[in-house]
């Protein structure tokens, strides 16, 4: 177990492999890729129903790192961007959808009943989790959102055992585009 002193209050807490995040979760995902080094993931995974951007140049150069390794591998699922509730988020969240396929080399699915938030960076013994409230948008980085920090490797393991079940109910994209037409 590792000590860690919390920023805000001064309370020196035991880490036991689980952290509570009350802000800025996006912040916590990105640094957490960042220390361990973006070249360094094998798998990003994301599980979020809604997709904007971060207004971050460095967290998208993060994840466009990651999606050049040829070693690695970035799958997101995400609502149809016909599933978004306002015409400006769904064209953004579209936009995004094919800026990480195109860039970044992301595999993308869809589920349409999708409501979970789970993100996970596979690297080795040092692989982390995030679930809890926040999708994958700059609003996640002021809303107040409740997340928690995994990095406890069998709970870390769970967790992406999580996601890949509802991977496998979820339609991959070009399946998805291709039964609407």
Not at 91 to 105: A, D, R, S, T
Request: hydrophobic share 35%; aromatic share 10%.
């Amino acid at each position: 177990m590792s000590k860690k002193i919390c920023p805000e209050c001064g309370f020196e807490q035991e880490s036991q492999g689980f952290e509570l995040i009350l802000k800025n979760v996006p912040k916590e995902l990105f640094e957490g890729i960042k220390i361990r080094g973006a070249r360094n993931v094998q798998r990003f995974l994301i599980c979020s129903p809604f997709l904007k951007k971060f207004g971050n140049e460095e967290w998208y150069q993060l994840i466009k790192t990651i999606g050049q390794n040829e070693n690695s591998i970035i799958q997101i699922i995400t609502l149809p961007p016909e599933n978004s509730f306002r015409i400006n988020n769904t064209l953004q969240h579209k936009e995004l959808i094919e800026l990480y396929e195109n860039e970044c080399n992301a595999e993308i699915y869809y589920h349409k009943d999708l409501h979970a938030k789970i993100y996970v960076a596979s690297v080795d013994e040092i692989s982390f989790a995030i679930i809890g409230s926040a999708n994958f948008t700059k609003g996640a980085s002021g809303n107040q959102e409740a997340a928690i920090l995994v990095t406890d490797l069998d709970y870390v393991n769970s967790i992406e055992v999580g996601y890949n079940t509802i991977l496998q109910s979820s339609i991959e994209k070009s399946v998805w585009e291709n039964s609407r037409k």
